[in-house]
């Protein structure tokens, strides 16, 4: 393939690469996001015991046993039989009260605890129901352009231009960089030319390059603005998502999310026209 075509085909290839990378790490980040929303449904839908507090229960104790020595204290003055001192009645209708009163305080309070805790349980499994919604919207378009993207790029890798080794973004990046800026004319070494897999191996072996990895050096030209490009793209949609759970009533796709998507199409579909349907 002469040189000219080499660079449009590698700008095709690279400008792929760079929508499924944003497609994947966005996928990602929004699927930790459903997992951690989906989290707070589960809690705020779990059934909960009430705890009854020792204190109480200890009240509620006490005053059974003041209760049956008051009992027991009344049948003694209705029988001729049983003598009781007065004193005692009263002390055991004290305990009664006070023991009686500390229970149904306990249990007021205990029941007022109980429903703040349901309360924000609820809240939590309605905000985590509305999470999940608005993310799978967003996730619909995302994960649709992914696997647009993906198929087209299978399509163009199958032509056996790129080895396969070589068919990821940083790879391709580089290889667009070397012919762009003159330094070879080809993948493949030719004659005094080293092509640009010789290169991109030398450099990657000297540490020049770091492959694989969300990092490149500075005279890295393409790979920086690509990556500038990828973070860009990536934060705008996670932020527009996050803004649509935390500040909208309603469930819906939002703008960013629907621009990467447009763009995807419009991008692959020039692709595919130039490419596929022209040869």
């Known amino acids: 393939m002469e040189k000219q075509k080499l660079i449009e085909y590698l700008e095709a290839v690279y400008g792929l690469e760079k929508q499924k990378r944003i497609a994947q790490n966005t996928m990602t980040r929004l699927s930790e996001k459903y997992k951690a929303a989906k989290q707070n449904f589960d809690r705020g839908n779990q059934k909960r015991i009430i705890q009854k507090n020792p204190s109480s229960i200890f009240a509620l104790g006490i005053c059974i046993w003041a209760i049956c020595f008051e009992a027991a204290g009344i049948y003694s003055t209705i029988s001729p039989n049983i003598t009781a001192d007065s004193a005692s009645l009263v002390i055991g209708g004290i305990i009664i009260l006070v023991s009686g009163g500390c229970y149904l305080n306990m249990n007021r309070k205990t029941a007022e605890k109980q429903k703040e805790e349901d309360d924000y349980a609820f809240q939590q499994a309605e905000m985590g129901k509305k999470d999940m919604a608005v993310i799978n919207e967003n996730f619909g378009p995302i994960q649709a352009a992914h696997q647009q993207t993906q198929e087209l790029l299978n399509q163009l890798y199958a032509w056996n231009i790129i080895h396969p080794k070589y068919r990821h973004l940083e790879a391709c990046g580089m290889f667009l960089e070397y012919l762009s800026t003159g330094r070879t004319h080809s993948l493949e070494a030719e004659g005094a030319d080293r092509g640009a897999y010789n290169i991109y191996e030398e450099e990657l072996y000297r540490g020049i390059i770091i492959d694989k990895l969300d990092q490149v050096l ?62």
Do not use: H, P, W
């Not at 500075?218 to 500038?228: D, F, K, M, P, V």
């Not at 949609?237 to 649509?244: E, T």
């Not at 579909?269 to 596929?276: A, D, E, M, R």
């Open 218 to 279: 500075s005279n890295q030209r393409i790979l920086i603005e690509g990556q500038r490009q990828i973070a860009q793209s990536i934060n705008s949609m996670v932020r527009s998502v996050d803004y649509a759970c935390q500040s909208l009533d309603k469930i819906q796709r939002m703008e960013q999310v629907n621009l990467f998507y447009n763009a995807v199409t419009a991008y692959n579909s020039s692709v595919s026209k130039k490419f596929l349907l022209n040869g």
